[in-house]
């Protein structure tokens, strides 16, 4: 027997067993098997807890202890945890016993899916179900190519687009980027710069440019109308819009995809992923003009051109359907956005009493917060003493505390930013809000008084800091 065998008996398979026997190995099991820097990061800032236990925007740890999750899961967790219509969507399909991926025949959910997911994009009219956020920008990004027959495609500075090689290749961060060359040909344009857009595209070469109408990095919104400018240059260059909405779609910036906050904006090719996936089943959608996947899929012999073996599966679209079903029958996209201004306007008002708070951006539930040098002189020999070692040192000072003495889980948006991010679950409500804020208010006040507990964690960061230089 090998030490990864269950010790259930009878040849059968028991995961709870497994669970209890083992499931205390966890940081070990990860160390020696998986990518070791994790558990390193999650001991270095004390964030290497065990919870047992999740349900909607909380999770517990082994003394009972709640945990409010404003990260969901880096946006999976579009309804929360273990939401019942979804589960229930699972188990029933399970049960079902379905001839799914048989590879030869048409299943009903994938079509049903498509439909349900087309009916909020009027304008759009097919759509290619992969696996994961980065296969549905892989897909645009062929797409795109094959039905303009140009190689090149534009993507704004810092943009994030996922992490295999085609996405990589639109990925505005050289931190990402460095030692993966060569990638596909790109050239990076400033968010928002219509001019150097406009140049790229008299090149003639330009397929598309792809953007992230908010960018997760640093919550960075395209500015009003560049869009819809961006849309119509393209297409008088005979070149497409792809809108990447894997985060921000489904809700979470309080529309139901955040391109249509504005009038006028008719992406060719949309990319959907995390919350469609109830948090269980992994998926991607690319959502896209009849003409385009008319191209790609021109004959009987290109049938598969573009393909993925786990595409469709009965599962993913289960949970997709089940997701949108409870986007509307809860209102999802209309909490998302009161929610979300409740929570802006909350910590907004801050920004006057804190010095080392400067700005709260944002829409819906994707709300970036911003650290900046503070005027005082007390303050700003700290926050320099921390700059000169890392950017984004300060951010996660404030990370920590929230999930140490307060159990929040938030998250630094990006390496060296001083911007956290909350994405929480799109069902939380005031009782969410007023738990973040007053823990929020507690450390900036903490960070203000200049001494304590807090200050001399960012030492120990500034020494770990210099430590990996
Ligand atoms: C805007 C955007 N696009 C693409 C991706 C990649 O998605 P995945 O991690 O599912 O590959 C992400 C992931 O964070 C994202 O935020």
């Known amino acids: 027997m090998t030490t990864a065998e269950p010790a259930a008996g009878n040849g059968e398979f028991d995961l709870g067993g497994l669970l209890a026997e083992r499931g205390a190995e966890r940081y070990e099991l990860h160390a020696r098997y998986l ?29 009972g202890q709640d945990h409010l999750d404003m990260l969901a899961g880096f946006g999976v967790m579009g309804l929360g945890r273990h939401h019942p219509v979804v589960r229930k969507a699972l188990h029933d399909v399970l049960d079902a016993q379905l001839a799914d991926l048989t590879r030869f025949d048409c299943q009903p959910l994938p079509g049903l899916l498509a439909e349900r997911l087309l009916a909020h994009s009027p304008h759009l009219d097919r759509v290619f179900f992969g696996n994961s956020g980065t296969e549905a920008v892989e897909t645009a990004l062929k797409f795109a190519r094959y039905a303009t027959g140009r190689p090149r495609v534009l993507y ?44 790229e595209l008299r090149k003639g070469d330009v397929a598309a440019l792809i953007v992230e109408p908010i960018q997760g990095k640093g919550v960075h919104e395209a500015p009003p109308g560049y869009l819809r ?13 792809i809108l990447d909405e894997v985060q921000t779609g489904l809700g979470r910036t309080g529309d139901f995809y955040a391109y249509q906050h504005e009038e006028g904006v008719e992406p060719d090719l949309v990319c959907v992923a995390k919350a469609l996936s109830g948090g269980y089943v992994p998926v991607g959608a690319t959502l896209g003009k009849e003409w385009i996947f008319k191209k790609v899929y021109s004959s009987m012999d290109r049938v598969l051109v573009h393909s993925a073996s786990f595409g469709s599966n009965a599962q993913a679209m289960a949970a997709g359907l089940a997701v949108l079903s409870v986007m509307e029958n809860e209102e999802i996209v209309a909490n998302a956005r009161a929610t979300g201004e409740l929570l802006k306007s909350r910590l907004a008002a801050l920004v006057d009493t804190y010095e080392l708070l400067s700005e709260v951006r944002g829409r819906g539930l994707m ?65 969410e809000v007023d738990r973040f804020v007053a823990a929020f208010t507690e450390v900036m006040d903490d960070a203000h008084s200049g001494g304590g507990l807090m200050w001399d964690f960012g030492r120990t960061l500034v020494k770990q800091a210099v430590a990996n230089r």
């Open 229 to 241: 400018a961006a849309q119509e240059l393209l297409h008088g260059h005979k070149a497409l819009l």
């Open 367 to 431: 709300i970036g917060i911003e650290f900046g040098r503070p005027r005082s002189l007390k303050l700003r020999g700290r926050w320099t003493m921390l700059q000169a070692a890392r950017k984004g040192l300060f951010a996660q000072m404030v990370v920590v505390p929230l999930l140490q003495r307060h159990r929040i889980l938030t998250q630094v948006s990006g390496d060296h930013l001083e911007v956290i991010k909350l994405i929480p679950p799109l069902i939380i409500g005031e009782r």
């Open 35 to 63: 990518n070791h820097q994790l558990p390193r990061m999650l001991h270095t800032i004390g964030f290497d807890k065990v919870y047992e236990r999740a349900e909607g925007a909380y999770f517990w740890d082994a003394d």
């Open 156 to 199: 704004c500075d810092h943009a994030f687009h996922g992490l295999t090689t085609g996405s990589l290749s639109v990925n505005g961060e050289s931190g990402f980027r460095d030692g993966f060359a060569p990638l596909l040909p790109d050239t990076a344009v400033p968010l928002g710069d219509l001019d150097a857009l406009a140049r």
